[in-house]
């Protein structure tokens, strides 16, 4: 019979947590083929969610779509683990903490969907002289709409010139030769290309015309 105390007596057990020694082969490191899921709502993985700022919608995102994730992370018995070494003290000031972050970033996404829903899409038609118009689309860039892009579309659409300018109050535009406001907005309502996203009443058309006798 091999006497197995003899041989781990003349070789110590190597210490796992030891620094690597550089010829000896590398650790084994299983690689399974997992697929690295990550939160809807933070981008984070679920479990980086409480880092974020919207734990309380990555929360309600992972219990509908993960809900065994949901179970590891944020049962009773989890989080009893995870804060039995926290003080209540502690405790208190870290969920205050958190609230007062959702608030925070909660409020700056409302402000900015309230600022975009305020934006308004001016379609100007202005009469030049007696035969030139031109059409001017103002406001695109707040629905985040690339004003090139955009400009590109409508020369292409309208086989004229498209550009985009700086305005007197030193906001860019776009600027279409020709009368093409109503062809425009129709573009906007049907989403066509770039034109996404835009709620059609936050589109206004607008004539500018030369003061004329008579109406
Ligand atoms: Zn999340």
Request: glycine share 6%; with cysteine.
């Amino acid at each position: 019979m091999p006497k197995k105390g003899k041989a781990a007596a003349a070789a110590p057990a190597p210490d796992p947590e030891a620094a690597v020694e550089p010829n000896a082969p590398p650790p084994p490191e299983p690689v399974p083929p997992l697929a690295v899921l990550y939160c809807e709502v933070c981008t984070y993985p679920p479990e980086y969610c409480e880092f974020g700022a919207s734990l309380t919608r990555c929360k309600d995102w992972l219990k509908e779509s993960h809900p065994d994730l949901f179970d590891r992370y944020y049962s009773d018995e989890a989080l009893q683990a995870k804060v039995g070494t926290l003080s209540l003290e502690a405790q208190a000031k870290l969920e205050k903490e958190v609230a007062k972050k959702e608030v925070k970033a909660e409020a700056k996404v409302e402000a900015a969907l309230k600022k975009k829903m305020a934006s308004q899409i001016i379609i100007k038609r202005s009469e030049r002289n007696k035969r030139k118009c031109i059409t001017t689309v103002s406001g695109l860039e707040a629905f985040d709409i690339d004003l090139k892009k955009a400009a590109k579309q409508f020369a292409s659409k309208f086989a004229t010139g498209a550009s985009v300018t700086k305005n007197l109050q030193g906001l860019e535009e776009v600027v279409i030769s020709g009368d093409v406001s109503d062809e425009v907005l129709e573009m906007i309502e049907n989403e066509v290309g770039v034109l996404k996203g835009i709620p059609e009443e936050n589109v206004e058309l607008v004539e500018e015309k030369k003061k004329k006798g008579g109406e």
